[in-house]
């Protein structure tokens, strides 16, 4: 063999098992592992909308409680009001009881609130005493009335702009090798309502607050060996609304500070000296401030009422049955915390794609745009989920370990008969793209369209919170409300066949 024949002859069986290499299973009557045709193909399937008004909407023990009244073009007067048990919070030595002529100075309300929904301007509210507490076996929820008793002050009024000093840097101490070093400060706002609810003496150009209440309890105070049930017998609880003349905001609080009513007052000491002193009676989510974890099992009961005076555009949902297409609203539809509106789709297209021999769904996703600078008086919610209703908008239900549970769109990859585990979507708000929800639902289609739910539901809502009974974490109470683009929704679908 020359040098030009060895040379070649790789090259040849190279060649020769190339061109048998072109011979596929099927021409040869075998169909090798993995060898048959896939197509990979995707759908954007339109969805008919409106929005619905589901309910009850949970408001008792949420993460924040809302107090105000406010006029918007969408939801029309929307108004909360808020009901409270009370904890004795003060430890002993705080009691008056506990001091040499104690004298009452003021009694305070303090309410850190976290967002202003509306205007800025002052709040006005009334607050009543409960004449009888919040039943630990009763249901509360923003539809629950609860009668009041006597006031403990009517149109008090805050400002929203207050401001605080904070330290930047604390102050040094001067040594002998350098000198004092002042503090660094700085102006920073304080979000905090303080409703003054008795004032002993005019000061500083503020007159006196009388109050024949508070004159009394803190007599109480004065009495050695006060419990929590004599607190109780004299405050059973109390009530927080907007006045008569507040129509300007809804306040949500609770995450900023501890709701508290503090007692002022001061003692004189053998030496002459005036000593200052405070008295604390604490309501709403407590236990986030007052010990370790996020537990609510202590937490005094409460909750919040919110009604709606709705436009004649929503008219048609004064009755859970009702349904207000896109079409109506200029195609759009909404979501919204507190009020209970959902964006009601039903699923167009899928009888079709059924048929299709084969089928598997490799993904899906619920596209849901929101319009464009629509967030202006509300924010755009945290997150959008999906739950399975009935035709009068009833949230279906399943049991879950003996328990009825809500019918929620479950994760991809979980059961989808089971909870726990609920899909949902965060905003995507990309500044060159429409901000939008995509919510996976590929799991559940693949269930859906075998017929592995429970049964097949009418029809899904996207609503922006769950009512999951317990868990802070998953009970937000807010007005944030969506503006969907309803034209827009889609279902897309990646699918395959073999």
Aim: one cysteine or more.
């Amino acid at each position: 063999m020359n040098w030009l024949t060895s040379r070649c002859a790789p090259l040849v069986a190279f060649a020769a098992l190339a061109l048998t290499g072109c011979d596929t299973g099927t021409a040869l009557n075998v169909d090798l592992p993995d060898t048959t045709g896939i197509s990979t193909q995707y759908l954007d399937l339109p969805v008919t909308s409106g929005t619905v008004r589901l309910a009850p909407v949970q408001s008792l023990k949420t993460d924040r409680f809302l107090i105000g009244r406010l006029d918007d073009n969408v939801a029309g007067q929307t108004e909360a009001r808020a009901y409270f048990n009370l904890f004795n919070g003060a430890v002993a030595d705080s009691l008056p009881s506990k001091f040499t002529a104690p004298v009452m100075d003021s009694v305070v309300m303090v309410l850190g609130f976290d967002k202003v929904n509306g205007a800025t301007t002052p709040v006005q509210y009334d607050v009543y005493q409960l004449p009888n507490p919040l039943d630990d076996r009763q249901v509360y929820d923003a539809s629950t009335t609860t009668p009041v008793g006597a006031p403990l002050g009517l149109n008090l009024t805050s400002r929203l702009d207050r401001t605080q000093v904070q330290i930047v840097t604390a102050a040094v101490a001067a040594t002998a090798a350098n000198p004092a070093v002042p503090a660094v400060t700085t102006i920073a706002p304080d979000p905090t309502v303080r409703l003054i609810l008795q004032r002993t003496t005019a000061s500083a150009g503020q007159p006196a607050v009388p109050s024949a209440f508070f004159t009394n309890f803190f007599q109480k105070l004065q009495q050695p060996g006060f419990t929590q049930a004599q607190f109780d017998a004299l405050l059973k609880g109390i009530a927080i609304t907007p006045s008569a003349g507040h129509n300007g905001n809804i306040l949500s609080f609770g995450q900023n500070g501890l709701p508290r009513i503090i007692v002022y007052f001061h003692s004189t000491g053998a030496t002459n000296n005036v000593l200052k002193h405070f008295y604390g009676i604490y309501f709403g989510p407590v236990s986030s401030y007052l010990a370790s974890g996020t537990s609510t099992a202590s937490d005094p009961r409460y909750y919040t009422q919110i009604t709606n005076a709705l436009p004649p555009a929503l008219q048609a949902l004064a009755t859970r049955p009702g349904f207000v297409a896109s079409g109506d609203l200029n195609n759009t539809s909404y979501a919204q915390e507190g009020t209970g509106l959902g964006t009601r789709i039903t699923f167009t297209g899928l009888t079709a794609l059924a048929a299709k021999p084969g089928l598997t769904i490799n993904r899906a996703e619920l596209r849901v745009p929101v319009k464009p600078f629509s967030n202006a008086l509300f924010t755009n919610p945290a997150r959008l989920y999906a739950l399975e209703v009935n035709t009068a908008n009833e949230v279906l239900q399943r049991i879950v370990n003996y328990t009825s549970v809500d019918r929620v769109v479950q994760a991809d990859g979980t059961l989808q008969i089971g909870a726990g585990n609920p899909a949902y979507s965060v905003l995507f708000d990309g500044t060159s793209s429409q901000p939008y929800y995509s919510i996976p639902v590929t799991t559940y289609m693949q269930a859906y369209l075998t017929n592995k739910l429970d049964s097949t539901p009418d029809a899904l809502v996207l609503a922006p919170s769950l009512r999951s009974y317990g868990n802070l974490s998953l009970n937000p109470l807010s007005l944030d409300r969506a503006a969907i683009d309803a034209a827009k929704i889609t279902l897309r679908i990646y699918y395959s066949q073999r």
